[in-house]
């Protein structure tokens, strides 16, 4: 039994998704957290960030960091603070609340290393791991947006750097992150860099979710870790991909 829902009724459900070619939607909206089959994060739920420290949202406490040696002044935070000399001027889906980070033109000149990163969430049981979401990012000089995870308390790994979309173009983006299946505790960050003096300019990031595909051998293995089971909805909860 997994949390009221009989096995047999979830294995049966899981294998014909997996027969079928589907994977469970990450999009169900009852859960209410982070991670595989749980809540995308838009950001609009929760209070502005501590700097550095927590951010509390609906989907967990993420955390932000400022990682450069030698100056601690940009961060991802909330559109609504300072300095956010571009954050409300991005078309849809970025809209209401998201996060934010600018160089230009507060910091001038700075090196700065900031971290958005997500509560850790579960990967047991899954064949396919991956982070979607809405970003805008402007490069000026050698800055980079980095999607990198890590296992439990571990060393980041990267995955991708991601391109610059212009000043007010937002691009929906997904990212295989399936290095870090099969773990109990995984983070992922979006890191926001530039260790030399640049004067940079920004970046926007909403809509933040997972979408993660069961493995047909975690069928032999349920219970499958979920956010939160009795919401997985068993109907309704398979789509196309």
Known sequence: MTKGIPRLMIMGVVALAVVAGLSLATAHGAAAQFGCFGTEEDFQ????????????????????????ASYSYVYWHRNDQSPNYYANNQPAPIAGYHAYAESYPAYCGYSYDTSL??????????????????????????????VDYRI????????????????????????????????????????????????????????VGMDCAIDAAAVDELPVTLPDPDSACINGVAEFR
């Open 45 to 68: 739920q929760g209070g502005a960030p501590s700097l550095p420290g927590t951010w509390s949202l609906a989907s967990g406490n993420w955390t932000v960091t400022e990682d450069d």
């Open 117 to 146: 990163i997500t509560p850790a969430f579960s990967t047991m049981g899954m064949r396919e791991v991956l982070v979607a979401f809405d970003y805008q990012f402007y490069v000026y000089s050698t800055e980079k947006l980095a």
């Open 152 to 207: 439990g308390a571990g060393s980041w790994v990267h995955v991708t750097d991601l391109t610059n979309t212009g000043s007010a173009t937002v691009r929906h983006q997904t990212v295989d992150v399936s290095g870090a299946r099969g773990n109990p505790s995984v983070q992922v960050r979006f890191r926001y860099y530039n260790t030399g003096s640049g004067c940079d300019w920004w970046t926007n990031i909403d809509n």
